[in-house]
């Protein structure tokens, strides 16, 4: 008898083959020497997290170059273990801040003065595993060491919970939930030229420049202590400890001991599983919010939480933060607030909630999937699925896009975006 559900499931495999075809198109045609930039219209650059989710994706398909990928990023390491957010490999002009704005050289390659989540750690363990190649191990293991050391020592008040220092340390640049702090305090006159601002077709579904000079003003102020962070923690108005950023480090923490243990060394693999411990129980105590039923940041300055309903919270499962019972609450936001919309997981629900702008509502590929991957580890196989279901449906219906309206599927921001193309290789590994 003719079996037209064969036929069905023979036509999407080939479709997703020849979507996985583009997506390594995609980040072929991003790469530059030993590095992929996130999009050829807005992103010239290397960006840390941006890479560690771009050599996630590559690790089952192109080893060498999900290899390559991380030891560039690493060897931007500033000496205090600082992992800057962007590595200025090249000149190029119209970005802004460039290099001249940050004025800072490691190894005579310019990089920026913040940092990122450190995804980097759980991208290694990933390459690691599928390639068991103890030469890159070795390679990188000093830097992402002194990297966590350095979150510790240097970006923490209690060696528990990690704190950021400007919004675009989140990653989540312009999230309602960093609104008030941003309030609090008074950039100045500050004069500079973004090209997503020029941009007609861009302005509306990108930070304003109400945002912008305030970020702006941060990287000048921070610039003036020359990246200090002892006096940035007494002179810096942004002072947060993002729930995000805090749930990549302890899970960062988890894979870092992981590895030490598959190199032998039993007296670091303890250290950082204590580590990891030790922050996840701060975390939980300090950033629950029991009425919004997630985890929410903190506001060092004005000593207070932000409380916003927002992806952030819902990706502590990628650290295994919440209690059993934390998670009960949690599974509940996830079902009531976050997936009544077409297209899983708005980046933010909420007051201030905007389909098309940037980290205010959107969907992004990358907070889907540690949102799934955390998911999983709570045996929620089931809410997993329907979120990589989503991602795969958006980027299959779309293209590579940089986020997505939630309600409408539509793409937003730049077209070919790297970590899109990337994870989507991750999700459809095995289909
Ligand atoms: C940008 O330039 O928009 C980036 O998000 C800063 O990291």
């Known amino acids: 008898m003719d079996d037209g559900r064969d036929e069905d499931t023979n036509a999407d495999r080939a479709a997703t083959e020849e979507r996985r075809t583009e997506a390594l198109d995609v980040l072929r045609s991003n790469r530059a020497e030993g590095y992929t930039i996130p999009s050829a219209t807005l992103y010239p650059f290397q960006w840390n997290w941006d890479s560690a989710f771009i050599a996630l994706g590559l690790a089952g398909v192109e080893p060498a170059a999900a290899k390559e990928e991380v030891e560039s990023l690493c060897a931007a390491t500033w000496e205090s273990g600082l992992l800057p957010h962007i590595v200025f490999h090249t000149d190029a002009e119209g970005y802004f801040p460039g ?5 800072v050289d490691v190894e005579e390659t310019a990089t920026s003065g913040i940092t990122q989540p450190p995804m980097v750690v759980p991208a290694v363990r990933r390459i690691y595993e599928e390639t068991g190649d103890d030469g890159f191990l070795d390679r990188v293991y000093p830097a992402l060491e002194r990297h966590l050391e350095w979150w510790v020592r240097e970006r923490s008040f209690d060696t528990s ?29 500050v004069v500079y030229e973004r090209e997503d601002r020029k941009s007609d077709e861009l302005a509306d579904q990108r930070p304003t420049d ?25 002179s810096c108005p942004f002072l947060v400890e993002d729930a995000l950023t805090n749930a990549i480090f302890v899970r960062a923490c988890d894979d870092f001991a992981a590895l030490a243990a598959a190199r032998g060394d039993d007296t670091a693999a303890t250290t950082w599983r204590e580590q990891a411990e030790q922050s996840r129980e701060a975390i939980r105590d300090r950033l629950w919010d029991e009425e919004l039923g997630t985890f929410v940041s903190y506001d060092r300055v004005g000593d207070r939480k932000l409380e916003a309903n927002s992806v952030a919270g819902l990706a502590s499962v990628f650290g295994e933060i919440p209690t059993k019972q934390q998670f009960e609450r949690l599974r509940r936001t996830l079902r009531d607030d976050l997936l009544a919309y077409e297209f899983a997981v708005p980046s933010y629900v909420g007051d201030a909630f ?26 929620s196989a089931d809410l997993a699925d329907r979120i990589d279901r989503d991602s795969r449906r958006l980027v299959e219906r779309e293209g590579f ?15 070919r975006f790297s970590w899109s193309a990337a994870l989507y290789l991750e999700l459809t590994d095995s289909a």
């Open 99 to 103: 290099p001249e704005e940050w004025g």
């Open 161 to 189: 919970v990690v704190y950021v220092r400007h919004p675009w340390e989140t990653g989540m640049d312009d999230s309602p939930a960093w609104t008030d702090p941003l309030a609090a305090f008074d950039p100045g006159e």
């Open 210 to 234: 109400w945002d912008y000079d305030r970020y702006v003003s941060l990287v000048r102020e921070a610039r003036a202590v020359d990246w200090d962070e002892f006096d940035l923690r007494e």
């Open 354 to 379: 905007d389909p098309d702008r940037y980290w205010r509502g959107p969907v992004w590929i990358n907070t889907n999937w540690l949102v799934a991957d955390g998911l999983r580890r709570y045996g």
């Open 401 to 415: 896009f940089e986020y997505f309206n939630p309600e409408t599927g539509e793409g937003r921001g730049s077209d």
